[in-house]
């Protein structure tokens, strides 16, 4: 199983921009894949951004697309999310997730399901003013 920590996070106003990381350790295959999700306050837990690091495949949700964007270091064994133009509703503790996805064709259809992922890091606070 992945051990994940994020950090990153903070205060910001809207418009500001922020850079979350993800750092994994663990055996490579627990980490194949790596989802960002985040969860207001009162809200469920939702997908932001996923990858499939093998085929650096991507997937983001519609709120975040064209303002959000993940990477990968592979040097580090990190993930990052890099967030710009950043609004108040983006306000949340935002987690980093893992899963070995054993069935890469699915994951296209599962990457902002919470239950797709096995391992959790401890979450970071995004908090946006206006």
């Known amino acids: 199983q992945a051990r994940l920590a994020e950090s990153g996070g903070g205060s910001v106003q809207a418009g500001g921009s922020l850079r979350l990381s993800c750092a994994a350790s663990?055996?490579?295959?627990?980490?194949?894949?790596i989802g960002w999700f985040r969860q207001a306050l009162g809200k469920e837990r939702e997908g932001v951004a996923s990858?499939?690091?093998?085929?650096?495949?991507?997937y983001y949700a519609d709120s975040v697309k064209g303002r959000f964007t993940i990477s990968q270091d592979n040097a580090r064994n990190t993930v990052y999310l890099q967030m710009v133009n950043l609004k108040p509703e983006d306000t949340a503790t935002y987690y980093c997730?893992?899963?070995?996805?054993?069935?890469?064709?699915?994951?296209?259809?599962?990457?902002?399901?919470?239950?797709?992922?096995?391992?959790w890091g401890q979450g970071t606070q995004v908090t946006v003013s206006s």
């Open positions: 997730a893992a899963d070995p996805c054993y069935v890469p064709s699915a994951f296209g259809g599962s990457w902002y399901r919470p239950s797709s992922f096995r391992s």
């Open positions: 990858i499939y690091r093998g085929l650096n495949n991507i």
């Open positions: 663990g055996d490579i295959v627990s980490t194949r894949c």
